[in-house]
């Protein structure tokens, strides 16, 4: 079966905050939409659920401790989940609980980074996560999960200019930890299959 799917993402950096200069809010709630396709085994319930989605991910916090920024990150999300099904004899067409996990590929489209950012650490182009979570399907087409997503990868590869960071005061010693910064999130999303 094919379908639509549209829902938000939570992330959470929990290794940005206070870094140096800037003190950015650890969970912003973001867009995510787009198709998904499941192929399903007959009898046993397992089977594949994959989708392409666009996601808007939004950051906000402060800069230099008092100037108010907002910026976002675009992505195309393609996550890949082995997904279990239970079928209930005599109440399957109606309700169906499932489970599923999968990794989770990121690709960067566009940014919306003020220069007062950019210039300190660069995002990377390609993130991966893996995914958890469980399910509900409603009458055969309508599809409601809730997942979270652990990050494998850096969301910022490198502080690009090291010339703009005194060594000697306190933003220094958060080069490092910009460089190790891993996105987890949580997804919550509705589809409707055909």
Do not use: R
């Not at 590929?105 to 182009?125: E, G, H, R, V």
């Not at 590869?157 to 010339?163: C, E, I, L, M, R």
């Amino acid at each position: 079966s094919f379908g639509v799917k549209l829902g938000t993402k939570i992330n959470e950096l929990p290794d940005v905050e206070n870094l140096g200069a800037f003190d950015l809010d650890d969970e912003c709630a973001g867009f995510t939409g787009g198709v998904m396709g499941e192929f399903m085994l007959p009898i046993v319930g397992l089977g594949i659920d994959a989708s392409v989605m666009y996601s808007y991910e939004p950051i906000k916090g402060e800069v230099f401790g008092d100037v108010e920024t907002t910026f976002a990150n675009h992505y195309l999300d393609i996550p890949i989940n082995l997904k279990y099904k239970l079928t209930l004899p005599a109440v399957e067409k109606i309700v169906a609980p499932y489970i599923f996990t999968g990794p989770n590929f990121s690709f960067a489209l566009s940014k919306d980074i003020p220069d007062t950012i950019d210039k300190y650490f660069a995002q990377n182009p390609v993130e991966v996560a893996w995914n958890l979570g469980i399910g509900v399907e409603l009458f055969d087409h309508l599809q409601i999960g809730a997942s979270y997503g652990w990050g494998l990868s850096n969301t910022y590869k490198k502080v690009q200019n090291y010339g703009l960071i005194d060594q000697n005061n306190d933003y220094g010693k958060y080069i490092s930890e910009l460089e190790s910064v891993k996105k987890n999130c949580w997804t919550i999303t509705a589809a409707y299959t055909f």
